[in-house]
């Protein structure tokens, strides 16, 4: 028996709901067409960016420190380097990476907890108490632990926003387990003798895709802010990459007179982590099942 909590909504309504909450809520539908943006800059960067050499670190000393004009339209850094098109080569490290880091943090997080919520017992207290151990630091710090023990570098900053994300889907994937292991279809299938994995690949698992969807989805901003934080105290990306929170790093200094340099990558870190948790809110709406009637 192969039957689903998800779907109790049917997928034509679900679908007509989606459709009718983010066209129905600007602020929802202004976020989502942003991250498209994002998404296209960060595909097309070397099609849009204004110096494409400039953008991946490329110095031109003929204009170091210009304010914006027509040349550079947000100015450049203390390098020559344009603005605008170090932020639109920033944008795939921007979200490549955190994609990446989620990705990894669902796929060891949720087994964990789906299997730790389904078979309880010593199996749920060993896995547990590693996950409590993680949550008891705060992400973060926890990260810059990792990162400055193994080094530095985007690849290092990401392994350890991995190892500090996976504990929160392992709590959600648990609760979501032990609310389904007692439901009739569950217990169906234990009669038919499916085994244990089958059950938690194909009616545990599947089930946990809303609340882990929604929570994935915030923490996208999360670790965009968290993978900015690296490379700003110099543990995430290295120079001459382009990385928002590099730029910001960089800037600092010149933040009074040169405040260019710092301002726009802040603005559009700002702007990138304001939409992912819009639409993350918006998602959780959408997937609450007291929303449907």
């Known amino acids: 028996m192969n039957v689903s909590v998800i779907e109790v909504i049917p997928s034509q309504r679900r679908t007509r709901h989606v459709i009718r909450v983010i066209t129905r809520d600007p602020l929802a539908f202004a976020s989502t067409v942003v991250i498209l943006l994002v998404i296209l800059v960060a595909i097309f960067a070397p099609l849009i960016a204004p110096y494409p050499e400039q953008g991946q670190g490329r110095t031109n000393a003929a204009d170091t420190m210009q304010a914006p004009s027509a040349n550079h339209l947000l100015?450049?850094?203390?390098?020559?380097?344009?603005?605008?098109?170090r932020i639109i080569y920033?944008?795939?490290p921007a979200l490549i990476i955190p994609i990446g880091v989620v990705?990894?943090?669902?796929?060891?997080?949720?087994?964990?907890?789906?299997?730790?919520?389904y078979k309880g017992g010593w199996v749920d207290?060993?896995?547990?108490?590693?996950?409590?151990?993680?949550?008891a630091f705060p992400s973060l710090l926890l990260a810059m632990a990792i990162a400055a023990s193994i080094g530095r570098g985007l690849d290092?900053?990401?392994?350890?926003?991995?190892?500090?994300?996976?504990?929160?889907?392992?709590?959600?994937?648990?609760?979501?387990?032990?609310?389904l292991k007692s439901q009739y279809f569950v217990e169906a299938a234990q009669a038919t003798g499916v085994t244990d994995t089958t059950i938690i690949l194909r009616h545990i698992l599947p089930n946990t895709f809303s609340p882990i969807l929604v929570q994935a989805t915030v923490d996208l901003g999360t670790v965009i802010l968290a993978m900015?934080?690296?490379?700003?105290?110099?543990?995430g990306t290295q120079p001459p990459a382009p990385d928002w929170g590099l730029m910001i790093s960089e800037g600092r200094t010149f933040i009074l007179d040169q405040w260019w340099i710092a301002t726009f990558p802040g603005i559009a870190i700002f702007i990138v982590v304001l939409a992912f948790n819009i639409v993350g809110d918006t998602l959780r709406d959408i997937f609450d099942p007291r929303q449907y009637k």
């Open 103 to 117: 990705l990894f943090a669902v796929l060891i997080g949720a087994p964990l907890g789906a299997l730790a919520g």
């Open 75 to 85: 100015g450049a850094d203390r390098l020559g380097r344009d603005i605008l098109s």
């Open 125 to 135: 207290e060993v896995i547990m108490r590693i996950t409590d151990l993680f949550l």
């Open 228 to 235: 900015g934080g690296l490379a700003f105290i110099g543990l």
């Open 90 to 92: 920033g944008a795939r």
């Open 156 to 179: 290092k900053a990401a392994i350890a926003l991995v190892v500090t994300w996976w504990p929160w889907y392992t709590r959600i994937a648990r609760g979501v387990a032990i609310s």
